[in-house]
């Protein structure tokens, strides 16, 4: 079993960035493509990017595609997202997740994934 805990998260004004951080305990997260997903009160969770075991393929939600960026440190077993120009809608609380053991597909489903963190809360004011 892997724990997952996200960091990183705070206010920040329309324009500015942050970078999230979800640092893994139990397993290396080498093990697993690594997937970032948000939730805004009253709204389902939605997927905000992914990125393979290596970190060679990445894939981003059309409403973050160009302002955010995942990477990851296999060798420090963490998985980042770099969010710049943020604006007022992308206030939501932040979560990492991993699929599934020794998968390679990256997926947009929420339901592809097993292991979740607490999440972080990125408020972004207007």
């Known amino acids: 079993q892997v724990q997952l805990v996200e960091s990183g998260g705070g206010l920040v004004q329309t324009g500015g960035s942050l970078r999230l951080s979800c640092s893994a305990s139990g397993r290396t997260l080498s093990d697993y493509v690594m997937g970032w997903f948000r939730q805004a009160p009253g709204k389902e969770r939605e997927f905000v990017a992914s990125?393979?075991?290596?970190?060679?393929?990445?894939d981003y939600a059309d409403s973050v595609k160009d302002r955010f960026s995942i990477s990851r440190d296999n060798a420090k077993n963490t998985v980042y997202l770099q969010m710049n120009n943020l604006k007022p809608e992308d206030t939501a609380v932040y979560y990492c997740?991993?699929?599934?053991?020794?998968?390679?597909?990256?997926?947009?489903?929420?339901?592809?994934?097993?292991?979740w963190g607490q999440g972080t809360q990125v408020t972004v004011s207007s």
């Open positions: 990125i393979s075991r290596n970190g060679g393929t990445t």
């Open positions: 997740a991993t699929s599934h053991l020794y998968g390679n597909t990256l997926y947009r489903d929420t339901g592809r994934y097993a292991n």
